[in-house]
Structures are given as structure tokens and as C-alpha cells.
């Protein structure tokens, strides 16, 4: 028998009586309940495989020969082409694991879906994941024909010829439910709103067999690349002759990866025993490699350990004409010519997302605008989901209002009062998603992401210090910085002063941003006996939510005494001598002796460290001593035996003082240290009194 006979068109009565020898002999039995051949290594797996009985087959081939060729528009690929790659695949939004049609005969529709899904996409630039459930459902009750019973691409044209639009994925019930071949979703449940309008569809022949006059690969595989490369998805059947044939595919399926390339005419010329036929969406090719070119084919068998994108590859340089001998040709090249009039709303969303920053106990309202660029009416619903942490319920400091609605073609945008509310919540942050749902088939669900910054001020003393105003008069004021260390702006508030656990004190604070701080003098305050105890706190009216009440305030003690006794001034008594204690150019301690040359002295200082100690009296020298001030009491001791020296002495002072100006001098060198300068000014006074 002619190996064509199956794919004769016009071939005579002889062959139309090859044509139903090979149909009796290779299809005599009925429909596609026979099962697949389950392989090793995939448990009780079963991929299931289309076996038609005599009149679906002939429709099938008669639907073939008599579709419209596909326009092929680069002919010069029909010569030998350089090599390339091209892929549709980002065109289809698929999941690889969900595309699996079970145990359901319908892998021609699958195949056909993508088609579909890839030239919506391409002409209205929606990249949306079309229903399979929806023809599985609904072909009985459209086109007569049983779900899970096998089928050609033209089946999927006449359906969608029918119901002229094709259903999102994502629609009630339109997601897939029938891999156990149950067929028991009805019809009538699975939502047709939104929808993508259909004007125009219907299935083409790529020419690749000899009865299109393409009598050498080269051609056929032009013809194949032309299609693609009109981002047009092919629909490819093939047929294999035997149960072996098949256990062999469906073993390269289970066991390889992805990158292995199938031969897919090694079985050609083989005797066809209850042949079965597949299949698959081609999205691409590789011949970058001459010596390992290509096409990419996408299953619905789901997903293998090795194939996790549902992909496989088989030889671009293989037998196009491939038969066998009681049926004829094995590899049939279809595509889909379909136009879509979208008159579909299009939703906006402005802004995209909120970032919000309140002070606790706050409520403030922000605006979310829904518009509609599309053709249709857009209706929408409002619902939020708070994602701080898992769960996603219902967030309760965020409401949206109102939480539906319809915006018509060529309105003006809706305007959503969003409420962002922070009472009851602790200081941080929290997030959430604004859910808006709308009969947008692109965009069925649009997420707007949300974001609360909790924060409040928090007002600390950084720095106080003490300073005397008039230290004989013991009055002296105090210097202390209030910082905002929060993340909000702190208003006005008022600091206040407490002594010795006395009344309090209040002080205006201005506001201060974050970061912001206000150094103030507070005074003047009198010293009460020996030292004071000084406690200063910021915001202490409580007028300001912070978020750490317990770091407001500063303390500290102002008066620390010391105390010393020094011995003689001078040799002799030289009455009251002034001693004063200086601390960076300022006085902090003073007292006069008792006129016999011994006096006793006090002193109240801020803090401990490097003082000076400057003894004075009229018409003398000042003697300067450095001191430390620690913790203990000191002593004062001022030259010990020498003291005090006169700036001038009477006229005719003689020879006695020079010489003890002299023996002071000598002597200074040591323990009285009087210096060389102070010896001249001793000399010099002298000889000016002489």
C-alpha cells in the first residue's frame, strides 16, 4: 500500500478504498479510553495517548487537507539558512506543573490553547493564561463533541468559531479540574466574565508533506521557521506506529532532560499497529548548532524531575514526509489564524504603592485613583490584606472607601479614600496589600503595596553643665540640650527644673524636627548650703508621646567641696592675702586669710580636673599654683617659707632686702620656684626703690 494513502486528498477510488483499508486495519476500535503506556521510574503514572477509531480519523484528515495553507512571507528561507534561535515562549503565561492534562485525552487542545495564548499576547500585548477547562467543559453542549475524547485543531477552531471569545485561567471554575478525566465540571459554572472577543479564527496547514509540493527538508523547515517567525505558535501532531514506539517516547520523556534531542523519525517505515497520536505546542527552534539543530516543543504532561519546564526537543533535520505503511504520514504542521477584538476595560492604579509615616494615635487619610483606558465599562472591588506577618487577614488599621465600584469607558477615575490608622499600634512598621479586583482580563487582580511607619518623638537631655554667675554671691545658671533622638517631629513642650527635690521649674522648649536639638541657659538658681542636687527633664508637662518615657531626664550634684589649710604666707605676716580658685579663666572658689598668714579655704567646682590657685595682695607678686581636683580634700601650700614678694619696697630698703630678693631667687630655683622672670621684676622693683 502507498505510504501517503492516509494523506491523499484527491486520490481516486483507489485510494479512498486504501484510505478505509488503512483506517479498518490501523483504527478498528473505539474512542480514547485506552491507556497509555506507564514507564519505569514514574510510578502508576499514565500519559495518555489519542487512539481515534475510522471516522474520527478521517476527520481528522479531511479537516487537514481541506484547511487554507499558511502565508508563508520569507521564501528565502526555502534555501539552506544560517543558523539561529527563536523562542515565543515569553508570550505564554503558563505554569509548567499545572499544564498537565492528567489522564484526559485533550492534548490537542492544549496545544491549540497556546496558540491562542501566544497571539494574544502578540496583537493586543496581554499576556493572560487561557482556560482549557472551558472547552473541556463545554464542547459537548458547542460543538457535539465528548470531553477527554481526543480531537484535531480543528475542533479548537470551531468551538472558539462558536463561543467567539476565549476565557482567563483565572475565572471561576475555569482553571483545569478534569486530569482525572471526570468531566464533571459543568459548562454553566465556569464564568465567561471578563473574556477575550474572538472575530476570527481558524486552523492552517505549514506546509511541510509532499501532497503540499514540498518534496525536500530543507523546504519544510523554512516553511516551519517562516511561521514562528511571524510569532505564530505551531501546532504539531504526530503519529507513532506501535505500543514499543511509544513505550520508547514516552521512556525518552520520563528519563531525559531537557536539552536532549528526540529522534522523531527513527520509527518511519515501521508496520503501524494500533497507531496513537500526541500533541505538542512548538515555540521555537535552535540550529545554532548545524550539527544539533532543534525545534522546542512544550508537552502537557506536566512536569518530571528532569523536564521542570514541561519542554522537550526533538531533530529539526528529520523525515518530514515520514509514513508507515498502513496509515501514511506520521508529522502534521498546523497554526492558528486568529484575530481578537478586544472591547475590554483597562484599569490604572495611582499611585502604585503607600509608604505612610504617622505618630501613633493618628489617623490620615490618602487617595487612591482607579481609572479605565479601555473600551469597556470597568467594575471593580476593594479589599486589603495585612502581610506584617503571616496569615494575610484583614487589616484592621487600613480601610478603603468606597470598596467598589464601576468606572465607564471614557469616565472620569474613581477616587478611593485609603485610611491609614496607627491607634493601638506600638512604634515600627507594618505592611499590607490594597487588593483592587476588577473585569480587567489582564490585570483581574492588582496589588498595591502598603507600608506604615509607626514613629513618635523622643526627647532626651544630651548634655547640662553648671556655671556661676557670681560665685561670692553663690548664684549660678544652668545649660542643658534637649534633642529630638524620635523619627517625628516633636512640638513645642517645656523642660523643667527641680533643687534638692523642691518645686519644679518650667522652661519653654521649642518644637524640633528629628535630629533636631535646643541648648538653653536656665537660671539663675542660688546654691543652698554646700552643693546642690539638680535634676533637669525634658518635655516634663508630658504634652509629647515619645517612644521611651524613661530617658527625659539628667541629675547631677553642683557644689562639690573641697577644702585645705595652707601654712605661713611669708616669712612674716603680710595681713589678709586673696586666694581664688580659677577654672578656664573663671572663678569657682575664693577666701582671704587670717592675718597671722595662715587662712583655710573652700571651694565649690563642677567637676574635677585642672585648677589654678592664685594667691594675690596689693603691691605683691600674684603666686600661682596648679592643682588638681579630685575626689579628696587637698592641701594648700604656698612657698612654704618664702611667700608673697613685693612688687616695690621703700626707698633706702638696703642692702638686707636686695639680698633676700636674691636668696629668694636662688632658692626659687628649688621649692619656692619663683623663676627667673620673677626675680627681675623683684630686682628691678628694688633698684627703682633705691
Not at 478505509?20 to 479510553?33: D, K, P, S, T
Not at 472577543?197 to 516551519?224: F, K, R, W
Request: glycine share 10%.
Amino acid at each position: 500500500m502507498n505510504k501517503r494513502i492516509c494523506g491523499i486528498k484527491n486520490g481516486g477510488l483507489a485510494g479512498i478504498l486504501s484510505v478505509v483499508v488503512c483506517l479498518i486495519l490501523a483504527f478498528a476500535f473505539v474512542g480514547l479510553n485506552v491507556p497509555g503506556i506507564v514507564q519505569a521510574g514514574d510510578g502508576n503514572r499514565i500519559y495518555p495517548v489519542m487512539q481515534p477509531d475510522r471516522e474520527t480519523m478521517e476527520e481528522w484528515i479531511e479537516s487537514y487537507n481541506s484547511a487554507p495553507r499558511a502565508s508563508i512571507e520569507m521564501r528565502g528561507l526555502q534555501g539552506a539558512s544560517t543558523g539561529g534561535l527563536l523562542s515565543l515562549l515569553d508570550h505564554l503565561d503558563y505554569t509548567a506543573s499545572e499544564r498537565d492534562q492528567g489522564s484526559c485525552g485533550n492534548c490537542w487542545a492544549w496545544a491549540g490553547t497556546g496558540c491562542m495564548g501566544i497571539a494574544l499576547d502578540v496583537q493586543e500585548g496581554i499576556k493572560g493564561r487561557l482556560s482549557v477547562q472551558y472547552l473541556n467543559s463545554c464542547e459537548d453542549d458547542i460543538i457535539g463533541k465528548p470531553c477527554c475524547d481526543g480531537g484535531w485543531l480543528s475542533n479548537l477552531a470551531d468551538f472558539y468559531t462558536a463561543t467567539n471569545m476565549a476565557i482567563p485561567w483565572s475565572n471561576t471554575n475555569a482553571y483545569w479540574q478534569d486530569g482525572d478525566a471526570s468531566c464533571d465540571t459543568n459548562c454553566g459554572s465556569i464564568s465567561t466574565d471578563p473574556n477575550y472577543p474572538i472575530t476570527s479564527i481558524q486552523e492552517q496547514v505549514v506546509p511541510t508533506l509532499p501532497l503540499d509540493g514540498v518534496m525536500d527538508q530543507a523546504t519544510a523547515i523554512a516553511n516551519i521557521k517562516d511561521v514562528l517567525s511571524q510569532d505564530r505558535a505551531v501546532w504539531f501532531g504526530f503519529f507513532l506506529p506501535t505500543g514499543a514506539a511509544w513505550s520508547d517516547f514516552k521512556s525518552f520523556w520520563n528519563t531525559s532532560g531537557e536539552s536532549i534531542v528526540y529522534d522523531m523519525d527513527k520509527f518511519c517505515g515501521v508496520p503501524d499497529e494500533l497507531a496513537g497520536a500526541h500533541a505538542v505546542l512548538c515555540v521555537g527552534y535552535n540550529d545554532t548548532d548545524p550539527d544539533n539543530a532543534y525545534w522546542i516543543m512544550l508537552n502537557s504532561w506536566g512536569t518530571t524531575a528532569r523536564r521542570p519546564n514541561g519542554l522537550f526537543r526533538i531533530d529539526m533535520d528529520m523525515d518530514y514526509g515520514c509514513s508507515y505503511p498502513i496509515c501514511g504520514y506520521a508529522f502534521y504542521w498546523q497554526t492558528l489564524d486568529i484575530a481578537f477584538a478586544m472591547n475590554v476595560p483597562d484599569i490604572t492604579l495611582s499611585p502604585e504603592s503607600f509608604d505612610v509615616t504617622l505618630p501613633s494615635n493618628t489617623t490620615q487619610d490618602y487617595t487612591l485613583t482607579i481609572g479605565n483606558e479601555g473600551s469597556a465599562n470597568l467594575d471593580y472591588t476593594i479589599s486589603d490584606e495585612d502581610t506584617t506577618e503571616a496569615g494575610r487577614a484583614d487589616c484592621t488599621w487600613l480601610d478603603e472607601t468606597p470598596d467598589s465600584g464601576t468606572v465607564v469607558t471614557g469616565g472620569p477615575a474613581d477616587n478611593i479614600t485609603v485610611s491609614f490608622n496607627s491607634t493601638g499600634l506600638s512604634v515600627g512598621d507594618y505592611s499590607a496589600d490594597i487588593v483592587v479586583s476588577s473585569n480587567d482580563p489582564d490585570e483581574n487582580s492588582e496589588i498595591v503595596p502598603v507600608v506604615l511607619h509607626v514613629v513618635v518623638p523622643d526627647l532626651v537631655i544630651t548634655e547640662k553643665h553648671e556655671e556661676w554667675i557670681d560665685f561670692e554671691a553663690k548664684s549660678y545658671n544652668i545649660t542643658c540640650t534637649v534633642e529630638n533622638q524620635g523619627d517625628l517631629v516633636a512640638g513645642a513642650s517645656k523642660t523643667g527644673v527641680c533643687i534638692d527635690a523642691g518645686s519644679w521649674g518650667f522652661y519653654d522648649c521649642p518644637a524640633l524636627e528629628p535630629g533636631a536639638s535646643n541648648c538653653s541657659t536656665l537660671g539663675p538658681f542660688i546654691l543652698s548650703g554646700d552643693s546642690d542636687s539638680i535634676l533637669v527633664c525634658a518635655d516634663k508637662q508630658d504634652e509629647i508621646d515619645e517612644s521611651d518615657e524613661g530617658n527625659n531626664c539628667s541629675q547631677n550634684t553642683w557644689g562639690t567641696v573641697i577644702a585645705g589649710v595652707t601654712k605661713e604666707v611669708n616669712c612674716q605676716p603680710l595681713g589678709e592675702v586673696t586666694i581664688k580658685l580659677y577654672n578656664n579663666g573663671g572663678v569657682e572658689g575664693m577666701t582671704t586669710s587670717d592675718g597671722e598668714g595662715n587662712y583655710s579655704f573652700t571651694a565649690y567646682i563642677s567637676t574635677q580636673g585642672n585648677y589654678e590657685l592664685v594667691a594675690s595682695k596689693a603691691d605683691f607678686l600674684d603666686e600661682t599654683q596648679p592643682v588638681t581636683v579630685g575626689a579628696s580634700n587637698i592641701t594648700l601650700d604656698f612657698c612654704g617659707d618664702h611667700g608673697l614678694i613685693p612688687l616695690t619696697t621703700p626707698k633706702g630698703g638696703g642692702l638686707d632686702y636686695f639680698l633676700l630678693c636674691m636668696n629668694l631667687y636662688l632658692e626659687g630655683w628649688g621649692e619656692c620656684n619663683i623663676g627667673l622672670d620673677k626675680f627681675l621684676a623683684t630686682l628691678n622693683a628694688y633698684l627703682e626703690s633705691w
